[in-house]
């Protein structure tokens, strides 16, 4: 498959600090890519990179197919993006900037401002100065600005920060109808593991200015086996009973009386049915997968 951003070998370093050290990223058309990392990662840094904000110190960047230089800013055009904390004019009103920005990039379309702020949830802001948005509207016209000239690539750093749960369901909505429906190749980052696990197709995760993996999240799940995880009042009780009465030794006791069962040809009725009759009380007992949040975290410390 054709891809859009290809990174090769880029290290960055910033007063003797190694910020990003031999990255090499592949972003396909037509992909979700999610990016992920703790803070300090590298994962701004890098966005800032494809952007052009800044240059790195050695290593190559591919995007659209051409090689970008200290010079490249034609291939901008094609891209919208949303990296740390976005400056808008505060005293000129929100389409005031959206208009300027449309100016900048060379893009004019009747409804397109009106289009991009229906999208994002912000019908009849338009005549609001940004200083007077709270930070989960800002938050919203940011993303509005980035999609605004309809780009093939869009990259969001933290783009759901500062948004309550309706806002974050609007907005997963919304980048999977820019790709699904209008073909956008979309990098996005975010702390919400969660949010990222349903959205995306491919994830990178970035460790200490390393990119340390990149996986479909098809290959995630075909790894992630299943197990049933229970709360019970008396876990040690139930740990015996597991390997006395079922034969299983595949099982982790975590705290609050937690237990994860992996690999067990035994149904999770069958279990409960002894336990009960054992006089074991369970407070839940149900069949899990093991998430995005717990492989990546698993992969931080691997690489520790």
Not at 168 to 180: D, E, G, P
Not at 191 to 213: F, L, M, P, S, Y
Not at 240 to 252: A, T
């Amino acid at each position: 498959m054709e891809l859009v951003v290809q990174l090769k070998n880029i290290t960055k370093v910033f007063q003797n600090h190694e910020a990003l050290t031999d990255v090499n990223l592949h972003i396909r058309k037509g992909e979700i890519y999610g990016f992920l990392g703790t803070n300090g990662a590298g994962k701004s840094t890098l966005m800032k990179i494809l952007m052009n904000m800044i240059n790195p110190t050695s290593g190559e960047r591919w995007l659209f197919g051409e090689k970008v230089k200290e010079d490249s800013f034609g291939y901008l055009k094609r891209v919208g993006s949303m990296i740390e904390y976005p400056i808008f004019y505060e005293n000129l009103t929100v389409r005031k900037n959206l208009e300027l920005h449309c100016a900048y990039m060379g893009f004019h379309h009747p409804t397109t401002i009106e289009d991009a702020l229906e999208k994002v949830g912000l019908e009849g802001v338009g005549e609001k100065l940004p200083k007077n948005l709270s930070l989960g509207m800002r938050q919203r016209l940011c993303v509005a600005r980035a999609i605004l000239t309809k780009p093939e690539l869009l990259i969001l750093d933290e783009p759901i920060n500062g948004l309550d749960s309706e806002g974050i369901q609007s907005m997963r909505n919304l980048f999977q109808t820019l790709n699904k429906e209008y073909g956008m190749t979309i990098l996005i980052s975010s702390h919400i593991i969660g949010e990222i696990e349903q959205i995306a197709d491919t994830i990178g995760i970035i460790n200490k200015g390393r990119v340390i993996e990149e996986i479909s999240m098809e290959d995630i799940r075909k790894q992630n086996t299943e197990y049933i995880e229970m709360i019970v009042d008396q876990p040690q009780k139930a740990a015996v009973l597991l390997d006395n009465q079922f034969g299983i030794q595949n099982f982790k006791v975590l705290n609050d009386g937690m237990i994860r069962i992996f690999d067990s040809p035994i149904p999770s009725t069958m279990i409960s049915r002894v336990l009960i009759l054992e006089d074991i009380q369970i407070q839940s007992i149900e069949q899990k997968r093991v998430t995005l949040e717990e492989y990546f975290l698993k992969k931080m410390k691997s690489d520790m």
